[in-house]
T-cell receptor, first 115, second 118 residues
């Protein structure tokens, strides 16, 4: 059974700092990996999706990397801003098996960026 | 265009009551998913529809949970005889195409319904 772990569970940084969020998964046979942002009382906003054949994806100040063989992904946020404060969730999609449509999520990292 | 919408946004139920949660997917989206997110946890898969067919209900926690999508658009998740452990945020997601391995469509999430059972 696929398990996804996110470290740290919570992170507090001053504004302007660069930071890294970590995600690991136990079954490396994934189809893709996705990073989401969740604000309190709101749904999930997709930030970056990395296909299994890709090594990284970039969007603005965000960069996500994927090392499928070692079961790891990182989300790098440059020059953090208070508006980046949210919970960041990592989710993987299996690449094989009959239920490959399911997303398996980690518990998330609660990020607080202090002005 | 409009995203995935869910109603109600908040629901408080007394233990033993039945509740119905509604999901309006993005127009034209074939696939629809329900996830349950307990406090401090990541979302967990409940069930999957392709059009009106419920192809996977393996994540439903008990036979008190029932989901339907009779016309292949709007979906309802019903929970009978609610228990305190049912308290969670229920997220609905939709995607454009069928979820075949060869071409995986991104899932778009709604804002969720926060259910509190007292």
């Amino acid at each position: 059974k696929q398990e996804v772990t996110q470290i740290p569970a919570a992170l507090s940084v001053p504004e302007g700092e660069n930071l890294v969020l970590n995600c690991s998964f136990t079954d490396s046979a994934i189809y893709n990996l996705q990073w989401f942002r969740q604000d309190p009382g709101k749904g999930l906003t997709s930030l970056l999706l990395i296909q299994s054949s890709q090594r990284e994806q970039t969007s603005g100040r965000l960069n996500a990397s994927l090392d499928k063989s070692s079961g790891r992904s990182t989300l790098y946020i440059a020059a953090s801003q208070p508006g980046d404060s949210a919970t960041y969730l990592c989710a993987v999609r299996l690449g094989s098996g009959g239920s490959n449509y399911k997303l398996t999520f980690g518990k998330g990292t609660l990020l607080t960026v202090n002005p | 265009g409009a995203g995935v919408s869910q109603s109600p946004r908040y629901k408080v139920a007394k233990r033993g009551q039945d509740v119905a949660l509604r999901c309006d997917p993005i127009s034209g989206h074939v696939s629809l998913f329900w996830y349950q997110q307990a406090l401090g946890q990541g979302p967990e898969f409940l069930t999957y529809f392709q059009n009106e067919a419920q192809l996977d209900k393996s994540g439903l926690p008990s036979d008190r949970f029932f989901a339907e999508r009779p016309e292949g658009s709007v979906s309802t998740l019903k929970i009978q005889r609610t228990q305190q452990e049912d308290s969670a945020v229920y997220l609905c997601a939709s995607s454009l195409g069928p979820q075949r391995l060869a071409f995986a469509y991104e899932q778009y999430f709604g804002p969720g319904t926060r259910l509190t059972v007292t």
